[in-house]
């Protein structure tokens, strides 16, 4: 069945660093990749998505191509700050006719030190 | 914002006694799910519904029920609570939309933090 594999946290980073965190997907057809965010307390929000192969997803200076060859949607920010401290999921959605069902990844935790 | 609220934020009870949790939505969204959020397991889906009096198992969905009797609320019912079910519990909602991929991201309640003692 289709599943989401994302990178292990903890990654801890300092101010202005480069970060990537690594999600790969095991899909049957053209699912749609989504990145979400959750600070400490909250609920998950949509950080950026793509629905078809090549596509760039952008929002908050993070940024994930969808890359169908390498079944991969890497989430990548060029320069973390401390407010970006949070947990990060990955997840696609099911083949059509699922109910809009969504493959989530376990998360992985980030920690941005000043 | 999805217009999505959780109640009660913040609940603790005893082994055995029953608990209901409510989500609440504004838009006629169709789609609603509940999830549970442990540490290690990332989010797993309990139940989920389609639609008013349609609702569905998700992969952990032993000890719980759900009802939807109206568009905008959806029920999680724990009949008898165990230590077990201690967790954060999120309401997700999928908008509507016929567009392959473009509708199915979800948008999520607060959470309700859940302790049975």
């Known amino acids: 069945g289709d599943s989401v594999t994302q990178m292990e946290g903890p990654v801890t980073l300092s101010e202005e660093a480069f970060l990537t965190i690594n999600c790969t997907y095991t899909?049957?057809?053209?699912?749609?990749l989504f990145w979400y965010v959750q600070y400490p307390g909250e609920g998950l929000q949509l950080l950026l998505k793509a629905t078809k192969a090549d596509d760039k997803g952008s929002n908050k200076g993070f940024e994930a191509t969808y890359r169908k060859e390498t079944t991969s949607f890497h989430l990548e920010k060029g320069s973390v700050q401390v407010s970006d401290s949070a947990v990060y999921f990955c997840?696609?959605?099911?083949?059509?006719?699922?109910?809009?069902?969504?493959?989530w990844g376990l998360g992985t935790s980030l920690a941005v030190n000043p | 914002d999805a217009g999505i609220t959780q109640s009660p934020r913040h609940k603790v009870t005893e082994t055995g006694t029953p608990v209901t949790l409510r989500c609440h939505q504004t838009?006629?969204?169709?789609?609603m799910y509940w999830y549970r959020q442990d540490p290690g397991h990332g989010l797993r889906l309990i139940h989920y519904s389609y639609g008013v009096k349609d609702t569905d198992k998700g992969e952990v969905s032993d000890g719980y029920s759900v009802s939807r009797s109206k568009t905008e609320d959806f029920l999680l019912t724990l009949e008898s609570a165990t230590s077990s079910q201690t967790s954060v519990y999120f309401c997700?909602?999928?908008?509507?939309?016929?567009?392959?991929?473009?509708?199915?991201?979800?948008?999520f309640g607060p959470g309700t933090r859940l302790t049975v003692l």
């Open positions: 997700a909602i999928t908008p509507g939309g016929s567009k392959r991929g473009s509708y199915n991201e979800q948008f």
């Open positions: 997840a696609l959605s099911g083949h059509a006719g699922n109910n809009r069902k969504l493959i």
């Open positions: 899909a049957t057809g053209y699912p749609s």
């Open positions: 838009e006629n969204h169709r789609y």
